[in-house]
């Protein structure tokens, strides 16, 4: 996006700041404004958006226009793809030589959901989060929900634009250093196994197969067992290289589907 | 995305292709300024992206500026997520009142693999990529490729709102009925078994288990196995809805995962 355009939403960005401080101060909702400027680094145009991003949906909120029950789900959906645009965007730009394949590796590890539950705890989100459960700090996904769904939200009330200037500077510029992240190895396996014992599962690994490559080079297969049900296997050089791909995919196909996930915790 | 905004994007495309159109008569590019008129609606302003985003990895060009061998493998790894972007925002205003599991269903009915393929071709843009390889219509993601790195110059050339106007008026509009896609089903198991046989690998369906749920429905698990090995599972309320939710995880397995496609292929 031209640097001139992005310069433009900054000085837009802190010009409309100081004429909406002073419209807002006399406002019967101010206090929620001020409360979302403090996150935002923006004021919102439409206050309802925002609200409607922190309703988890365990608690059940009608509709003044169309009466229909609403929970932040939907704008989860939107703000989930509009942030996959806004961080692909930004390690495009920041690592102009880089292969694709490590763009896509070190995008997934902002927006995983460990990074996005982290990341809304230290904007202050989880404090706003509206919900009726018993223990919500034990849902782990509920804080990354609601950073999406404010993604979602500030898309439809301000547009693109100022999802990625919120993103990158009162997210990344603030807490992630994107080069020592880039070098960071995620370790599936420890990840896998922490998650196995939480939940009382039985994790194993097993050996398949060892062979050979073109170059003679020896090289493992593994598979992942949670439970004694396949859930991923791996090839690498080393058994521990097979074990952490075989894990990697495991972690997915229990993150992705929920009916997997559903089908370990009923056990 | 406020509708005055989008409206104003529609002049400025109108009255900027005007001038553009005299402006690059005069051009010695002009006849490729024409050709991606032709495609996008509007002229660009920068023909390297989108003569970058032609580029396939099997045709090594060097880039004049750094010296470096250049494809457009980074161009569709940014298009990719701007495109889900553009397409949930699209989904999401058109379907207001639908749940996110519609929404993210059919969204990847429009951005999957074989719907985007389909798009290319219908644009032209097949046509126009550079390829070096022995039967380039058998490469089936190749067009789809294209189409994705193609947004993403739009991206960089543009901005977002072109992003957003070229594919709700050049591609949505002119190719898809959403509301007749929205009821159209997916079935996962004839794509399964069809793959299956045109790769000359074994697909088998095992029934698990048979179980009641809580409200003493029978329900159904069955577990997908090719070439012996486990590659997912589902539940349902019949047996083909099992296969089908099966065939589903099975396939996205294949198809994320270029590790098991190439294991598979090898044999």
Redesign the interface.
């Known amino acids: 996006?031209?640097v001139l355009?992005l310069r433009n939403i900054m000085i837009s960005v802190n010009w409309r700041n100081q004429i909406d401080k002073i419209r807002f101060l006399f406002n019967s909702k101010r206090e929620s404004y001020f409360l979302f400027y403090d996150i935002l680094g923006f004021f919102p145009h439409h206050i309802q958006y925002y609200e409607h991003a922190l309703l988890h949906k365990s608690i059940a909120v009608r509709s003044q226009k169309?009466g229909?029950l609403i929970n932040n789900?939907?704008l989860?959906?939107?703000g989930?793809?509009?942030l996959?645009?806004v961080?692909?965007?930004l390690v495009?730009s920041c690592f102009s030589?880089?292969?694709?394949g490590f763009?896509?590796n070190l995008?997934s590890k902002i927006v995983q959901r460990d990074s996005l539950n982290k990341l809304a705890v230290e904007i202050g989100l989880d404090k706003l989060i509206k919900c009726d459960l018993p223990s919500p700090t034990h849902n782990h996904s509920l804080c990354g929900n609601a950073l999406e769904a404010l993604i979602g939200a500030i898309?439809?009330d301000r547009?693109?634009?100022y999802c990625k200037w919120f993103f990158e500077n009162r997210i990344i510029n603030r807490y992630i250093d994107l080069e020592k992240l880039a070098r960071k190895e995620v370790n599936f396996k420890s990840k896998l196994v922490e998650w196995s014992q939480k939940n009382k599962i039985e994790v194993s690994f097993e050996l398949i197969e060892q062979f050979f490559d073109k170059h003679n080079n020896p090289m493992f297969q593994t598979e992942v067992l949670i439970s004694g049900?396949?859930c991923g296997?791996?090839?690498g050089y080393s058994k521990k290289e097979s074990q952490q791909?075989a894990s990697e995919?495991a972690i997915?196909?229990i993150r992705k589907?929920k009916?997997i996930d559903s089908?370990f915790f009923e056990k």
Do not use: C, Q
């Open positions: 996006m031209p355009f169309t229909r789900e939907r989860e959906f939107l989930d793809a509009i996959d645009a961080v692909g965007d495009y030589h880089s292969h694709e763009l896509t995008r898309y439809l547009g693109y634009s049900i396949s296997y791996g090839v791909k995919m997915k196909k589907n009916e089908l």
